[in-house]
């Protein structure tokens, strides 16, 4: 595949109509999960607080729609402070990462709090992971196309190898999405990523 062409803007255009309802139903499917997983959530939130000291989720910088930064939110998986202590990324076998953390990402559950950056529109379900600044600052001009849409709690990268992927690739991956978007290419990546969270591929 020629990775140079994988940007097409008619294909975004043509998607238009497609984006305003993707982001209707995601807002109305983030928040019937939200009251249904209630008390999934308020379980999580009380192991956290019993495992260790510390704030129950943990905020961080991402760069998403039009390259506009926002604060993520996940159930915090490490010591508090660990980002003051380590790597920017997290290594596999981090002492950083907590008993009930190493559990909460390997089911991916530690994503969940991001139905609220759905609900305030700054994510959708599916679509790019957000990255943090320092990585994207690095990006090239074609690569920078994966902010034309909003950053996904799923998306193709993550259903085609997660973490394993090195950034390159995952951004090639990124803007063939961009390239190909669609209700049936959001369908495929929604049915797709309980299979990668299952087979816990490329979970650090």
Do not use: H
Request: with cysteine; net charge positive.
């Amino acid at each position: 595949m020629n990775t140079e062409s994988l940007i097409k803007p008619v294909a975004l255009v043509d998607a238009k109509p497609y984006l305003r309802l993707k982001y209707s139903l995601d807002f109305c499917f983030a928040l019937l999960m939200l009251l249904c997983m209630a008390p999934l959530l308020l379980c999580v939130a009380l192991l956290i607080r019993l495992e260790s000291k510390g704030p129950i989720f943990y905020l961080q910088t991402r760069v998403g729609l039009n390259e506009t930064p926002f604060q993520i939110y996940k159930f915090r998986t490490m010591v508090a402070g660990a980002d003051k202590i380590g790597p920017l990324l997290t290594e596999t076998n981090d002492p950083r990462i907590t008993r009930f953390g190493k559990l909460l990402r390997r089911t991916s559950i530690d994503e969940l709090p991001q139905l609220l950056n759905i609900l305030k529109g700054e994510m959708s379900f599916i679509g790019p992971r957000p990255e943090v600044p320092p990585i994207v600052a690095d990006y090239t001009e074609r690569q920078r196309g994966v902010f034309q849409v909003r950053p996904g709690l799923s998306g193709w990268a993550q259903v085609n190898g997660r973490d394993e992927l090195d950034i390159p690739t995952k951004l090639n991956l990124d803007l063939e999405y961009i390239a190909n978007l669609s209700l049936g290419m959001d369908f495929k990546i929604l049915c797709l990523t309980p299979l990668a969270v299952l087979s816990k591929r490329g979970v650090n």
